[in-house]
């Protein structure tokens, strides 16, 4: 079975702050992990995927994510924080051999100025 | 522009009441899904298309179906609205040659249905 646990429903940063997302899941066969990120009234759009290549993957608007086996997670960062990342972002994870995509619930991102 | 087009943007409707959502996905892609997401239950996976075929289930309630015609367009059928059913409706695309689920999808920008 496939989960995924997004810690913090919310994240308030200033703008030039460094952005930390966290999200750790569990799957019984090799992930594949995405981040996703959804702007007001608007679909979900990919930031970044993972797919057993490299462990740190550099996705649009300058985010990057750390796969990390051991401790199970696959945490979103961004160095400097921009008032136009504020947006809700959503870890995803699947993988072969049936299994659909699973969301996390979600982490709402504000940046104030 | 994700290339997933959507329609209607917004649906109002009466409680009892059936209506249509329909979904174009992006040229090429062969999987449909859709989702419901809603304030107090967040992203919901509803039904999975591939190639006209359902392929997975997940919450869908017995009064929402969805079908997949051959020119891959998808339509999701809500009957017997109920207050709860207010919600924005996604539908994504991917091209899933193989496997499932590995390939990202691509969403479309919703259908925000409000039931009265």
């Known amino acids: 079975a496939q989960s995924v646990t997004q810690l913090g429903s919310h994240v308030s940063v200033s703008e030039g702050a460094l952005v930390l997302l966290r999200c750790n899941y569990s799957?019984?066969?090799?992930?594949?992990l995405f981040w996703y990120v959804q702007y007001p009234n608007q679909g979900l759009q990919l930031l970044l995927k993972?797919?057993?290549?490299?462990?740190l993957v550099k996705g649009i608007n300058g985010f990057e994510a750390e796969f990390k086996k051991s401790e199970t997670s696959f945490h979103l960062t961004k160095p400097s924080a921009h008032m136009s990342d504020a947006a809700e972002y959503f870890c995803?994870?699947?993988?072969?051999?049936?299994?659909?995509?699973?969301f996390g619930a979600g982490t709402r991102l504000f940046v104030k100025a | 522009d994700s290339g997933v087009t959507q329609t209607p943007k917004h649906l109002i409707t009466a409680t009892g009441q059936r209506v249509t959502l329909r979904c174009s996905p992006r040229?090429?892609?062969?999987?449909v899904y859709w989702y419901q997401q809603s304030l107090d239950q967040g992203l919901q996976f509803l039904i999975h298309?591939?190639?006209?075929?359902?392929?997975a289930k997940g919450n869908i309630l017995e009064r929402f179906s969805a079908q997949q015609f051959p020119d891959l367009h998808s339509e999701l059928n809500l009957s017997s609205l109920e207050l709860g059913d207010s919600a924005l409706y996604f539908c994504?695309?991917?091209?899933?040659?193989?496997?499932?689920?590995?390939?990202?999808?691509?969403f479309g920008p919703g259908t925000r249905l409000t039931v009265l």
């Open positions: 994504a695309s991917s091209v899933e040659l193989g496997g499932p689920s590995t390939d990202t999808q691509y």
């Open positions: 799957s019984s066969v090799p992930p594949y």
């Open positions: 993972y797919t057993s290549a490299a462990t």
């Open positions: 995803a994870v699947s993988g072969t051999g049936g299994f659909k995509t699973i």
């Open positions: 040229s090429g892609d062969l999987s």
């Open positions: 298309y591939y190639n006209g075929e359902e392929r």
